[in-house]
């Protein structure tokens, strides 16, 4: 099992996703919390909840006013997530955002639609260091 005994927070609106990625993951092995309100405090207080974490997948378009930029603002603000891997899944303009979220110090950027039989791979890449920028 690829994602064996991790801790995973996906901070996402929309329960499709949620279910794919929560599926793909635990297949895997992994434990999944999720956010899906999409803003700052409230993406903050569910991640500070589930310590100690292996990764955050954050997505980009909320619908809240926010966007997973600014939640990612706020959880790097944190001392706790300093060597925490933060990475954006969207279905936004990826040629637009990769440079963008490279710029901010995001960890990786994964285009939606995931791969499903790439996905669980990547995030044991992300989490052994690697960092993985796809471009659907």
Do not use: C
Not at 112 to 117: A, L, N, T, V
């Amino acid at each position: 099992m690829l994602l064996k005994n991790k801790r995973i927070v996906y901070i996402e609106d929309d329960l499709r996703n949620r279910k794919l990625v929560e599926l793909l993951v635990t297949a895997e092995g992994a434990d999944i919390w999720f956010e899906r309100w999409g803003t700052p405090g409230t993406a903050l207080a569910i991640v500070m909840g589930y310590q100690p974490l292996d990764l955050i997948l954050l997505d980009l378009m909320f619908t809240r006013g926010y966007d997973g930029y600014d939640i990612y603002a706020a959880l790097r603000k944190q001392s706790e997530f300093d060597s925490v891997p933060i990475v954006m899944v969207s279905a936004a303009d990826a040629a637009v955002e990769i440079p963008k979220a490279r710029r901010l110090g995001l960890t990786s950027y994964i285009a939606k639609p995931i791969d499903s039989d790439l996905f669980a791979q990547q995030l044991k890449d992300i989490m052994d260091g690697h960092a993985i920028w796809v471009n659907a």
